[in-house]
């Protein structure tokens, strides 16, 4: 009776008077989205994969010419972008790791009666809400070295942080840390929220201590909502382009995305930037494939 009133339209409806069928509306509300999915996101995905086959050039008018693997191979050979995937590796690992830890110690600490604690919530996941140019530029503002207040808050002088090539990088990431933080900080209060009291309460009563109720309680219970931040923002963090773009210019914090737009807009060498896009889809989602294997394991534990 349910499944029959669910799929029935109302004799009363405006769809009904209309002479309009269950199948005409599940239509005009499906076929609209698979249409705007089609042309916005498979035929460029399709019609790209099909220029890093060639030697295209979006800057002359010559036909495109079939090369077949050869820029795949030379980019598999190029020492240069490995030395940006290099970067990247260490990029995410830095951001990321520096999220979860932020962001699952913000909710632990939020994870308690406080006084205005959803008035605190709410100012914390402003750093997401923003843009990332809005971001970058803010940012680059308090590295500045003249008037920073990041330099004079810790004592540092003139300190260049975006042109220093060793702490570049990490200026990037230290940016990415505040603005994503909140969002691993969202998930993993939401998984603290759902554990158990009374499994506390049992803790308690055995006299467990702090450390013993966290790794043994906490920690398991909340590791999979932690496993799905990791990999949503282990994606995004190896996809960064304009915080990186809008901060520095340091060879040295070259992300991979950043060469790839160098390639494609600045070299024109479309057929190339193709093949390395692709590159990198298979790298991003060789990484989320092992994420979700583990993540899996903690579930099944």
């Given at each position: 009776?349910?499944?029959?009133?669910?799929?029935?339209?109302?004799?009363?409806?405006?769809?009904?008077?209309?002479?309009?069928?269950?199948?005409?509306?599940?239509?005009?509300f499906?076929?609209?989205?698979?249409?705007?999915?089609?042309?916005?996101?498979?035929?460029?995905?399709?019609?790209?994969?099909?220029?890093?086959?060639?030697?295209?050039?979006?800057?002359?008018?010559?036909?495109?010419?079939?090369?077949?693997?050869?820029?795949?191979?030379?980019?598999?050979?190029?020492?240069?972008?490995?030395?940006?995937?290099?970067?990247?590796?260490?990029y995410?690992i830095v951001?990321?790791?520096?999220?979860?830890?932020?962001?699952?110690?913000?909710?632990?600490?939020?994870?308690?009666?406080?006084?205005?604690?959803?008035?605190?919530?709410?100012?914390?996941?402003?750093?997401?809400?923003?843009?990332?140019?809005?971001?970058g530029?803010f940012?680059?503002?308090?590295?500045?070295?003249?008037?920073?207040?990041?330099n004079?808050?810790?004592?540092?002088?003139?300190?260049?942080?975006?042109?220093?090539?060793?702490?570049?990088?990490?200026?990037?990431?230290?940016?990415?840390i505040?603005?994503?933080?909140?969002?691993?900080?969202?998930?993993?209060?939401a998984?603290?929220?759902?554990?158990?009291?009374?499994?506390?309460?049992?803790?308690a009563?055995?006299?467990?201590?702090?450390?013993?109720?966290?790794?043994?309680?906490?920690?398991?219970?909340?590791?999979?909502?932690?496993?799905?931040?990791?990999?949503?923002?282990?994606?995004?963090?190896?996809?960064?382009?304009?915080?990186?773009?809008?901060?520095?210019?340091?060879?040295?914090?070259?992300?991979?995305?950043?060469?790839?737009?160098?390639?494609?807009?600045?070299?024109?060498?479309?057929?190339?930037?193709?093949?390395?896009?692709?590159?990198?889809?298979?790298?991003?989602?060789?990484?989320?494939?092992?994420?979700?294997?583990?993540?899996?394991?903690?579930?099944?534990?």
């Amino acid at each position: 009776m349910a499944t029959l009133a669910m799929t029935t339209l109302d004799p009363q409806s405006r769809a009904a008077r209309r002479g309009w069928s269950d199948l005409t509306i599940r239509n005009a509300f499906i076929i609209p989205t698979i249409v705007f999915l089609i042309v916005f996101n498979i035929f460029p995905l399709l019609y790209s994969l099909g220029y890093s086959f060639t030697d295209f050039r979006a800057s002359t008018n010559a036909p495109a010419n079939f090369v077949g693997l050869a820029n795949y191979r030379a980019l598999l050979n190029d020492p240069f972008i490995w030395s940006n995937f290099a970067i990247t590796a260490k990029y995410v690992i830095v951001s990321v790791t520096g999220q979860v830890v932020v962001g699952f110690g913000v909710a632990m600490l939020l994870n308690r009666t406080i006084p205005f604690k959803g008035l605190i919530t709410t100012l914390l996941l402003l750093p997401m809400m923003l843009s990332m140019a809005v971001v970058g530029l803010f940012w680059k503002l308090l590295y500045d070295p003249s008037f920073g207040i990041i330099n004079y808050a810790l004592g540092l002088g003139r300190f260049e942080w975006l042109s220093d090539p060793d702490m570049a990088l990490y200026a990037v990431a230290i940016t990415d840390i505040w603005m994503w933080s909140p969002f691993v900080m969202l998930l993993s209060l939401a998984g603290l929220s759902a554990v158990p009291k009374h499994l506390y309460e049992a803790a308690a009563i055995d006299r467990a201590g702090t450390f013993y109720t966290f790794f043994r309680i906490t920690l398991p219970l909340v590791a999979p909502i932690l496993m799905i931040a990791i990999i949503f923002r282990t994606m995004e963090a190896f996809k960064t382009f304009d915080l990186a773009f809008i901060l520095t210019s340091q060879p040295n914090a070259e992300l991979i995305s950043i060469r790839l737009y160098k390639m494609a807009f600045q070299e024109w060498q479309t057929g190339m930037s193709s093949a390395l896009a692709y590159i990198m889809l298979i790298m991003v989602v060789g990484i989320t494939n092992i994420y979700v294997k583990y993540l899996n394991k903690v579930k099944e534990r």
